[in-house]
Nanobody
Framework: QVQLVESGGGLVQAGGSLRLSCAAS????????MGWFRQAPGKEREFVAA????????NYADSVKGRFTISRDNAKNTVYLQMNSLKPEDTAVYYC?????????????????WGQGTQVTVSS
């Protein structure tokens, strides 16, 4: 079992930065690929970024490439999402999730665990 708790959301002006954290409980955290997703009001949840268990491979949605960076620290059981050059269209609830590998995470296939989400609001 893995429990995920996101933090770091908030209100920021366009062009600003935020760093989200997702703290995991459970000794098997390092065996999971991890991902970030987001859901804006009235829209479906969408993939943002994913990282393999060892950080060796990373995927990003085209909409965030060059602005967002996913990373993880297995010693701290934490995955991060550094968000720079934020835009109003990045406003959403951001969720982290864990899955068996980066393919299932990137494609949101039968993901095992989800956090409760953290709100990110970008003002224009």
């Amino acid at each position: 079992q893995v429990q995920l708790v996101e933090s770091g959301g908030g209100l920021v002006q366009a062009g600003g930065s935020l760093r989200l954290s997702c703290a995991a409980s459970g000794r098997t955290f390092s065996s999971y690929a991890m991902g970030w997703f987001r859901q804006a009001p009235g829209k479906e949840r969408e993939f943002v970024a994913a990282i393999t268990w060892d950080g060796g491979s990373i995927n990003y949605a085209d909409s965030v490439k060059g602005r967002f960076t996913i990373s993880r620290d297995n010693a701290k059981n934490t995955v991060y999402l550094q968000m720079n050059s934020l835009k109003p269209e990045d406003t959403a609830v951001y969720y982290c999730a864990a899955g068996d590998n980066i393919v299932v995470v990137t494609n949101s296939i039968r993901l095992d665990y989800w956090g409760q989400g953290t709100q990110v609001t970008v003002s224009s």
